[in-house]
């Protein structure tokens, strides 16, 4: 019964330290974004966040302590408890310096920015670095694992050249140009925050290997790593297999207009080898997607929440699901249409599917700024999914003007029942193209 007790004690424990560990990422996140877009209104939300961090820590503290007055625990256990004790307050930190972060952002929102536009002087690289050194050891503690906490630890020596080079910038710039040393000060201590953004983190990690390994890294020389480039989800398994179920799905929908034309010229075996087609093509999407729920990093901290991109991946499912819908109409029953409904029918295909030409493009740019954050990707991404939506009006307009004639056309009531439901089956690729594109929208905007 202790130990039952102690493991709950322990899991609650944990709980709250995750919940605080996402707050402190989304803080540190969010002020790393309002820096950059100087988001006045951004910066303030953050430092009003910073009550609720504090309302953590005193949580963590005081389970702590109940753990150890009450439980008595021991070997891991106790470092567990002791481990979660110095992550809560290292978290403390890191909101802290988010908060001071935040403050500069007013400051230079109410004034010129003059090392902007003098010196181009840019600090979203080292803020990425420290960002992702952040997000790592956090991953580090939700697994347990040893060998992140160590990247983590080794790639301090990165951010610290960073601020070495950026601090000689600044300078460099304040001398010829000392009219912007307002804010030229606060870069420099933005630069600073960071810097100790980077140092949390790898108090993080040296915790992480405590807690699992029960050693002490003070003292230890950490291993020598050259400056390189944040790891990109772009680039990772995660990524390429979206993209090899966007194409999939892109596979499917694609031969709906063959099977529109098998359906005009009664080519019955055509049709059928088409829906056999889709079928298979649909069960390998199915694969990929359960590939995908496997292979997601099993981390807390992603730049994508998972149930976003679970509900991306059954959004645009559902447009192979419509293919095979349409594909069972067209087998169903044959319906004598004019050469103006084919003709009609024939266009709104085309038009419902244009949104689908753009989903590589789209699932490709939306990526690539989660990465990197980087605004051209950004703009185009935007761009397309404004595309998707338009193609999606016109689909509507298309499908509504045919349904008037198919009204004033069709007299058989089982004629008109099905050809009705095959527009607006055919239409409803468009709305479903529209979905997933605003849900990769979202990913962006948040």
């Known amino acids: 019964m202790v130990r039952i007790a102690l493991n709950k004690e322990l899991q609650f424990l944990h709980n709250i330290l995750l919940d605080m560990a996402r707050s402190v990422d ?20 953050i430092i ?5 961090i504090d309302y953590y820590d005193h949580m963590i503290n005081v389970s702590a302590l109940e753990v150890l007055a009450l439980q008595q625990p021991v070997a891991k256990d106790l470092r567990v408890v002791v481990g979660s004790l110095d992550i809560s307050r290292n978290l403390e930190r890191l909101a802290d310096q988010a908060v001071n972060i935040a403050e500069m952002v007013i400051h230079l929102a109410e004034e010129k920015d003059g090392l902007v536009e003098s010196c ?11 960002l992702y050194m952040l997000e ?28 070495v080079d950026l601090r000689e910038r600044i300078e460099a ?7 912007s040393l307002k804010s030229g000060l606060d870069y420099l201590l933005v630069v600073e925050n960071l810097e100790r953004v980077a140092d949390l983190a790898c108090n993080i990690g040296e915790n992480v290997i405590f807690v699992v390994e029960g050693r002490l890294l003070k003292g230890e020389t950490p291993e020598k790593v050259a400056p390189t480039a944040t790891e990109r989800l772009e680039e990772s398994l995660t990524f390429q297999l979206l993209k090899r179920h966007t194409r999939l799905i892109i596979e499917c929908l694609t031969r709906l207009p063959l099977s529109l034309e098998a359906y005009f010229t009664e080519d019955y075996e ?20 359960a590939n995908i729920r496997s292979h997601l990093p099993k981390g807390l901290i992603l730049p994508v929440e998972k149930f976003e991109l679970f509900l991306y991946l059954k959004e645009q499912d559902a447009l192979a699901d419509l293919g095979e819908e349409l594909l069972k109409l067209l087998l169903l029953r044959r319906i004598s249409l004019s050469a103006e409904i084919r003709q009609e029918l024939t266009r709104l295909l085309e038009q419902s599917l244009e949104p689908v030409s753009y989903f590589e493009d789209l699932v490709a740019q939306t990526f690539r700024y989660l990465s990197n954050w980087d605004e051209e990707a950004r ?10 939506r338009h193609s999606q009006f016109v689909t509507e307009e298309l499908a509504f003007k045919l349904k008037d004639k198919i009204y004033q056309d069709i007299k058989d009531p089982l004629d008109f029942f099905q050809i009705t439901k095959i527009v607006e089956v055919i239409a409803l690729i468009s709305t479903h193209a529209e979905n997933t594109a605003d849900l990769l929208r979202a990913m962006i905007a948040k």
Do not use: H, T, W
Request: glycine share 2%; proline share 2%.
């Open 379 to 388: 703009e185009r991404a935007k761009n397309l999914v404004r595309s998707v």
């Open 26 to 45: 989304e803080m540190v996140r969010g002020v790393i974004k309002a820096f950059d877009e100087r988001d006045k209104k951004m910066a303030q939300e």
């Open 136 to 163: 790592q050891a956090i991953n580090a503690f939700i697994k347990g694992d040893v060998r992140i906490a160590r990247e983590v630890i080794n790639r301090d020596e990165v951010v610290d050249q960073m601020k």
């Open 48 to 52: 009003k966040f910073d009550d609720q």
């Open 270 to 289: 055509r049709l059928r080898e088409i829906a056999r087609d889709i079928n298979e093509i649909e069960k390998e999407a199915d694969k990929i997607k």
């Open 120 to 130: 181009k002087i840019d600090l979203l690289p080292m803020a990425k670095e420290a």
């Open 173 to 179: 710039c304040l001398r010829d140009y000392p009219e």
